[in-house]
């Protein structure tokens, strides 16, 4: 029986004349003619092959048959207008599900206000954060694996676009009894003569690299890698060592008692991005947090009260680590 011919106007017709006992009353519900409703509920049933209504000329009562027919198609037609509904809500971005990454400061500092502010205007968006490794961020969103990653920048791929959100220098972080705790300002040189901290194999080529274009004797060498920023801060925190990271990274650096220091001669200063897919498209309501984001994080990094980078200053285009 050829029923996948079923069509959702003869269902509604079906529903709207048992509700209404009357074919001139439906046709009214309708706005459809009475005979254009009873040919409707006549397709119906030659495609069933059984009656739905036993006909007078005074009054339509459902049939034995369509009494049993009717609340499985009252209930395909609610699940129709479900579906009618959430591919409204996709269309106007009001509902769907996000993935987004980030490195661990954002993904656990940035990301979660953003959400809660952004879940306000659209309480139907699902929002799943994920902490990646800077170094990976690209990866995920070429393979699909994220709609969006936050965080900073990254050499270039074709299937990937980025972004610039915001731009945060490149500072010590060390504690109060540090011997760079009370000086006024630091050159590149003077890390030569401290113990450094790096985040991550990645942060340890970009501290390495940061300044390879000067003399030997201004190179830094980190001492010690750590796999996570927290664990590089609190390690600074107990004065063992100090280490470098974007100055955002003070959501975190300040609650362990860190003293910022700016590094000059340059200032490098690390751009924080929005990655998305260049090559395939992503869900409405990933394209409204992508655009909600982007000027929430400006105004976060704004607040934080940090130095913005000058200009002048120089851009951090090598690749840069996993700091934050």
């Not at 004349?17 to 309708?30: E, G, H, M, P, Y």
Request: with cysteine; hydrophobic share 45%.
């Amino acid at each position: 029986m050829p029923l996948t011919r079923i069509t959702i106007r003869q269902l509604e017709a079906f529903i709207v004349v048992a509700d209404a006992s009357s074919f001139a009353a439906a046709s009214k519900v309708l706005s459809l003619s009475a005979s254009a409703v009873s040919q409707l509920v006549s397709e119906l049933e030659n495609l069933l092959g059984f009656r739905l209504f036993d006909r007078t000329t005074r009054r339509v009562s459902l049939s034995s048959a369509g009494r049993e027919m009717l609340g499985q198609a009252q209930s395909t037609l609610r699940n129709i207008r479900e579906i009618e509904s959430s591919a409204a809500d996709v269309r106007s971005r009001a509902a769907g599900v996000v993935r987004i990454g980030a490195p661990l400061v954002l993904a656990s500092v940035l990301l979660p206000a953003a959400v809660r502010e952004f879940r306000q205007i659209h309480p139907k968006v699902v929002i799943h954060i994920r902490d990646v490794p800077v170094e990976g961020m690209v990866d995920h969103i070429a393979k699909g694996d994220l709609d969006l990653a936050l965080g900073p920048d990254r050499p270039p791929d074709a299937s990937v676009t980025n972004e610039a959100v915001f731009s945060s220098p490149w500072v010590l972080w060390c504690s109060p009894t540090h011997a760079f705790a009370k000086k006024s300002s630091l050159r590149w040189s003077d890390l030569r003569s401290v113990d450094l901290v790096a985040a991550g194999h990645d942060h340890e080529v970009s501290v390495a690299q940061m300044r390879i274009s000067a003399a030997e004797r201004n190179t830094v060498i980190p001492a010690e890698v750590v796999e996570n920023i927290t664990t590089a801060l609190g390690i600074a925190a107990e004065g063992l060592a100090a280490t470098l990271s974007p100055a955002y990274v003070g959501v975190v650096a300040h609650t362990r008692g860190l003293i910022m220091k700016r590094v000059k001669g340059p200032e490098i200063i690390r751009q924080v991005c929005l990655y998305r897919s260049a090559v395939r498209s992503i869900p409405p309501a990933a394209e409204a947090f992508g655009e909600f984001l982007v000027d929430w994080a400006k105004q976060w990094n704004s607040r934080l009260n940090v130095p913005q980078g000058k200009a002048g200053s120089l851009i951090a285009t090598q690749k840069i680590g996993s700091s934050g």
